[in-house]
């Protein structure tokens, strides 16, 4: 699956990932966000 979300990330293709993995945050996206009582904000990688 990793491949394949790598694939549409080097087309340019913009994907949302929902995910408790540290390990796929780390190696799929580029810019993370955090959800957390009902507030969003941007992670640093």
Not at 28 to 36: A, K, S
Request: glycine letters at 4%; a negative charge; one cysteine or more.
């Amino acid at each position: 699956m990793r491949e394949y979300l790598l694939s549409y990330k080097e087309q340019g293709k913009t994907i949302l990932i929902c995910s408790h993995s540290a390990e796929d945050i780390s190696v799929l996206c580029e810019t993370v966000h955090e959800m957390d009582k009902g507030i969003i904000s941007e992670l640093e990688k």
